[in-house]
């Protein structure tokens, strides 16, 4: 579990106007889709630091924390290899992972019925 200081409801204001924000909880931030392809863009393909990457996308350093964005790559690499492409926000996610699940289930329903 991480251990990330909650953020304050002016931190979460900010973050919330941050164009590339899907959603904040206390201890999490979601990042839109094109957060994700822009940031896995410019860290793969132009070698820029996380930090940098923040930065020129609007993100206050010291609100989001530096071990959240030393995370971000490889939350990015994990999404990339489970799902083979990045998913907008939370919701996704979720959607996704229940599909995915259900999927599953239906096929171990035919393998039991053939």
């Known amino acids: 579990m991480r251990n990330h200081r909650p953020f304050t409801k002016k931190q979460t204001s900010e973050l919330l106007s941050n164009p590339y924000v ?5 201890c999490q931030i979601y990042y839109t889709l094109a957060f994700k392809k822009i940031f896995w863009q410019l860290y793969t393909e132009e070698k820029m630091e996380p930090e940098d990457i923040m930065k020129r996308l609007g993100f206050n350093i010291e609100t989001v924390g530096a071990n959240r964005i ?3 790559p490889r939350g990015l690499k994990i999404q990339l290899d489970d799902y083979g492409e990045f998913l907008d926000g939370r919701m996704q996610m979720a959607t996704e992972a229940t599909r995915q699940k259900n999927q599953q289930s239906v096929s171990v329903d035919q393998q ?3």
Do not use: H
């Open 70 to 72: 030393a995370l971000i």
């Open 22 to 26: 899907a959603s904040v909880t206390p």
């Open 112 to 114: 039991i019925s053939d």
